[in-house]
């Protein structure tokens, strides 16, 4: 059986810890209300920190979707599904796959008007706990994964996926959080940023409308 290395397991057990320590805090209370999303309605918030002066981290909660934790998992999961429902997702090339799960990907994302595409060297994994299943991915180096000609290298610092049984007591229902802390490096105007500060947190409200849309067709 092959096991992730030393280095991955690390930066992975950090985004977790950092990750559940932003869903831990109250929302809206220590996170900034902005809005829901125009798709889906997802419930967003942003928070600045010295460390995020110019890029908030972001977090988006759909609550009641009407689907099993499982099933969004499989959803989420699915690159083909994601270049419908996440925007700026362009593709995502494999470069090692561990027995558990884990993955090491470069994902590429599309630029915004005048502003260079992103490209992302990041580990990811499935962790479930209890009722709770975590999608976590984060930054790491790899040399098998060099800087790409015409894009600017983003560092995602955590961004987790919390799926859990809906609150409301629905059976087969999930509520959803998606929350980021990505640096996407490079000069971006802030109009793009602001722009991308409400965008990134909509995503949870992306895919959920998707999902039904995708469930009222199969019914066809």
């Known amino acids: ?5 030393p280095h991955i397991e ?6 977790m ?4 320590e932003l869903f831990a805090l109250s929302a809206p209370g220590e996170w900034h209300a902005a809005g829901t999303s125009h798709v889906g309605h997802a419930k967003l918030f942003l928070r600045y920190t010295p460390e995020a002066a110019h890029m908030p981290q972001m977090r988006g909660d759909v609550h009641d979707a009407p689907f099993s934790p499982e099933e969004v998992l499989a959803a989420l ?5 994601r270049k419908v429902w996440d925007p700026r997702f362009e593709y995502a090339e494999l470069v090692e796959k561990w027995d558990d799960g884990t993955l090491l ?3 590429f994302q599309r630029g915004v008007l005048f502003v260079s595409g992103r490209d992302f060297c990041a580990t990811g994994r499935a962790i479930i706990e209890g009722d709770f299943i975590y999608l976590v991915q984060v ?3 790899d040399p098998r994964v060099p800087p790409v000609h015409g894009r600017v290298r983003g560092h ?3 961004a987790l996926w919390i799926v859990r049984p809906a609150a409301s007591g629905t059976p087969g229902h999930s509520d959803i959080t998606y929350i980021a802390d990505v640096d996407p490096n490079g000069s971006i105007p802030s109009a793009v940023l602001r722009l991308g500060a409400t965008e990134t947190p909509s995503l949870a409200g992306f895919l959920v409308a998707d999902m039904i849309k995708r469930k009222k067709n199969a019914a066809h």
């Open 1 to 5: 059986m092959t096991t992730p290395p």
């Open 10 to 15: 690390e930066a992975i057990a950090r985004a």
């Open 17 to 20: 810890t950092a990750g559940k």
């Open 77 to 81: 999961k699915d690159p083909e599904a």
């Open 105 to 107: 990907a470069h994902s």
């Open 139 to 141: 930054s790491i180096e």
């Open 156 to 158: 995602l610092k955590v």
